[in-house]
């Protein structure tokens, strides 16, 4: 005699789950291309080099070390020694001999960079106030910031945390 399964099956989505996985990628990955393409056209950076731009911004002495930048963005050493030679190319930071230690270097916002930051910040922003704040109620704000709190819990949960 055939049983019903009353828990669902943790190895597939449900038509409902499936809908809002993907309505939820579409979304997510979306709202990261629009702003890319927004700082692309209107400043001709991309949103990764931004997020140097204002890692560096945001600290101390407008500079940082490799291993910091690793840190504060979560990406590889090698993505962001590679995002950092490019940027250096361009002139929008430079490098800087660390004293306090021979192995590390110093990441600086240069004065280009500075400038590429005061120029495209309103009108990220603006893109930002748009596509996200324009087209949400408080209530739903408020509903969007405590789901983004609980997934970052959950993914956090996820990660391997180091021994004793």
């Known amino acids: 005699m055939a049983t019903l399964r009353t828990t669902p099956d943790p190895r597939k989505l449900s038509a409902a789950e499936e809908e809002l996985f993907h309505t939820f990628y579409l979304m997510r990955r979306g709202f990261d291309r629009a702003l890319d393409a927004q700082l692309q056209r209107d400043d001709g950076i991309s949103i990764s080099e931004l997020e140097v731009l204002m890692a560096l911004v945001r600290s101390p002495g407008r500079r940082l070390r490799v291993r910091d930048l690793v840190a504060l963005t979560g990406w590889e050493k090698s ?26 270097t110093w990441i600086r916002l240069s004065g280009d960079g500075r400038r590429v930051v005061v120029r495209a910040l309103p009108k990220h922003t603006a893109t930002i106030r748009r596509i996200l704040f324009d087209a949400l109620s408080d209530a739903q704000q408020d509903e969007l910031l405590a789901i983004s709190r609980r997934m970052t819990e959950a993914m956090d949960e996820e990660q391997p945390h180091p021994g004793p």
Not at 82 to 104: K, N, P, S, Y
């Open 79 to 104: 993505r962001v020694s590679h995002q950092v030679t490019r940027m250096a190319a361009r002139g929008l930071l430079e490098r800087e001999d660390c004293a306090e230690d021979r192995r590390a």
